[in-house]
């Protein structure tokens, strides 16, 4: 079974960017999706955006307004998460997840997630 380890975050300043690292351990993606998720103090686990191993489809969840943006790298088997202008309220942990490459639901739906990491934090703060 594939695992999951996430690394980049860190404390940062408001407008700050950050990548954010998704690497396999123990197994490749080429079977799964690949979702970058958030956790906030007190909040739910909300969906970030999600990519296909192979293919260039991508999902986006629409109350990131495009400062995200999640990306692959085959040769080192790692999925990438650029944040951009990081603002106070995107303080949280970051997690990164698989499901099978086959599965029915919607990139966003969290449940349908089967493998995930333990997460990075990123912190915003001035």
């Known amino acids: 079974q594939v695992q999951l380890v996430e690394s980049g975050g860190g404390l940062v300043q408001p407008g700050d960017s950050l990548r954010l690292s998704c690497a396999a351990s123990?197994?490749?993606?080429?079977?799964?999706?690949v979702g970058w998720f958030r956790q906030a103090p007190g909040k739910e686990r909300e969906f970030v955006a999600a990519?296909?191993?192979?293919?260039?489809?991508?999902f986006y969840a629409d109350s990131m307004k495009g400062r995200f943006t999640i990306s692959r790298d085959n040769a080192k088997n790692t999925v990438y998460l650029q944040a951009n202008n990081l603002r106070f309220e995107d303080t949280a942990v970051f997690l990164c997840?698989?499901?099978?490459?086959?599965?029915?639901?919607?990139?966003?739906?969290?449940?349908?997630?089967?493998?995930w990491g333990r997460g990075t934090q990123v912190t915003v703060s001035s």
């Open positions: 123990g197994g490749t993606f080429s079977s799964y999706h």
């Open positions: 990519i296909r191993w192979s293919g260039t489809s991508t």
């Open positions: 997840a698989v499901r099978p490459a086959g599965s029915p639901y919607a990139y966003s739906a969290k449940d349908s997630y089967t493998i």
